[in-house]
C-alpha cells in the first residue's frame, strides 16, 4: 500500500479551491480560457472524493483514488494531484468503501480534513 500521495492533497477548502483553480489554469493553457468555469468552481463547495474500485485477478485488489473536488452548480471539478493507493483486500465481507475509510483513518488523513468527504464504491 502506497500513501506517499496522500499527503499532497489539499484537505481544507482554501487549499481544494487553490488546487482547482490552478489545475484550471494549467486546462486554460492548452483548450483555452471559460470565464463560467472559473466563476462556477468558486461558487461551488470544496469536498474530497474517495472512490474505491475492485480490481486485479480474482477482484482482490481494491484501488482507492482520492481527489481534491469541487461542486459545481452543474458538475463537479476534480482538482489535481490525485492519490491513487492500491490495497490487498483481505476480508471480502468489507465494502470498498468502507475499507478505504478505513485505511484513509489509520493514515491519518481524516483527522486532516475539514470539508465533507464523500465515499464511493464504483
Given amino acids: 500500500m502506497n500513501l506517499d500521495k496522500l499527503h499532497e492533497i489539499p484537505t481544507d477548502a482554501d487549499g481544494i479551491m487553490a488546487a482547482a483553480l490552478r489545475t484550471l489554469d494549467a486546462l ?5 480560457q471559460d470565464a463560467d468555469e472559473r466563476a462556477a ?65 489509520r493514515a491519518g488523513f481524516l483527522d486532516k480534513v475539514t470539508v465533507p468527504v464523500k465515499f464511493t464504491a464504483a
Fill in 28 to 32: 486554460d493553457e492548452q483548450f483555452g
Fill in 41 to 105: 468552481i468558486l461558487n461551488g463547495e470544496p469536498f474530497i472524493d474517495v472512490t474505491a474500485e475492485q480490481r486485479g485477478r480474482g477482484r482482490g485488489e481494491v484501488w482507492v483514488f482520492v481527489t481534491a473536488s469541487v461542486q459545481t452548480s452543474r458538475w463537479v471539478f476534480d482538482a489535481d494531484p490525485v492519490a491513487i493507493i492500491k490495497i490487498r483486500r483481505r476480508d471480502g465481507r468489507i465494502r470498498r468503501d468502507e475499507l478505504a475509510r478505513q485505511v484513509l483513518r
